[in-house]
């Protein structure tokens, strides 16, 4: 039998952490593997490791929540592409980010270049079924590269209206 | 005792690094160039399949940029909606998978040459880091067993 896809949850909040992995456990798709910081996903992400260290890591998808102590989401997706970057073959891990942002915060994030490195935003409370949906659509049918670029679009449109 | 043990083991890790860094090296990055192939058709394919109309767009705005470059615009003479009229629809990206072949092949030999030399490097650097970070575990095995 091939092994579940892995999908790393990093949280800081351990009851939220709980319920977004009950979530995907509960699918049977996906194997969830906790972290609690940035420097503790750094960990897992290096158990998963592939042949090497030359080939794409065995996470198939990171569930990033922005405000962390330690590492927050932003240092952190910044230095997993900084380290992605030096490998040119290696593929980048499909990032979603977690925020409980409002609309001022969502602007700050829209300005931020570091969204760019990620396939998509969940805002908190979120449906689980948005959850899944998103999920499938980057690692059953890996479309996380295209994710990423339909994010940019859709933000930087975003803000020009809200510019208007 | 400890010191000389690491002096007598270290030609071993080297050998051993030489010995399984090499092929895994040519392996894994040869590997490696395979996944990338893999992943950047499949995200074109997969763009022409359920992405459609996406697609369309980036497919006639390549087009257009093909015909005007090096032309001024004015003399240019054509426009997005001329090109839309001729490619109806945008055609299976066959051409874009024979040039990511061939960039895949092309690099392949020099992803392999390069995996020489940093498979080993992988392999003694692991090796020693783990000698390092674990020597009072392997000391109080050792005690437990005598």
């Known amino acids: 039998m091939a092994a579940k896809p892995v999908v790393l949850v990093v949280e800081d909040d351990r009851v939220q952490s709980d319920l977004v992995m009950e979530i995907i456990h509960e699918t049977g798709l996906y194997e969830a593997v906790a972290a609690y910081d940035g420097e503790h996903a750094f960990e897992v992400l290096k158990s998963y490791q592939r042949g090497f260290n030359f080939l794409s890591n065995g996470v198939s998808c990171i569930l990033l929540d922005w405000q962390m102590p330690k590492m927050n989401g932003q240092a952190f997706i910044k230095k997993l592409r900084t380290e992605e970057g030096r490998n040119p073959f290696k593929r980048h891990i499909p990032v979603v980010i977690f925020s409980a942002y409002s609309d001022r915060e969502r602007i700050q994030l829209a300005q931020d270049p570091t969204l760019g490195l990620a396939s998509g935003y969940i805002v908190k409370p979120f449906e689980e079924e948005e959850l899944l949906t998103l999920l499938k659509r980057i690692v059953i049918h890996k479309e996380g590269e295209i994710l990423r670029e339909i994010l940019i679009e859709r933000e930087s449109r975003w803000m020009r209206e809200l510019r208007k | ?146």
């Not at chain 2, 992943?39 to 459609?52: A, D, S, T």
């Not at chain 2, 390549?62 to 426009?79: N, Q």
Request: hydrophobic share 45%; proline share 7%.
């Open chain 2, 1 to 146: 005792m400890a010191g000389l043990i690491k002096i007598a083991t270290f030609p071993i890790l080297l050998l051993w690094s030489v010995a399984y860094g090499v092929p895994g090296g040519i392996f894994f990055k040869s590997w490696a160039v395979y996944e990338r192939w893999l992943g950047q058709n499949r995200r074109q394919i997969i763009q022409w399949k359920r992405y459609p109309l996406r697609s369309y767009r980036k497919f006639t705005s390549a087009v257009l940029t093909h015909r005007m470059r090096s032309r001024p615009v004015e003399l240019a003479g054509f426009t997005d909606s001329q090109v839309q009229a001729e490619f109806k629809r945008e055609p299976f990206p066959f051409l874009i998978l024979f040039s990511n072949t061939l960039v895949a092949l092309v690099i392949l030999p020099f992803a392999a040459l390069s995996g020489i030399v940093l498979g080993p490097v992988h392999v003694f650097r692991n090796g020693w880091e783990n000698w390092h970070r674990n020597p009072p575990l392997r000391a109080g095995r050792l005690t437990v067993k005598r």
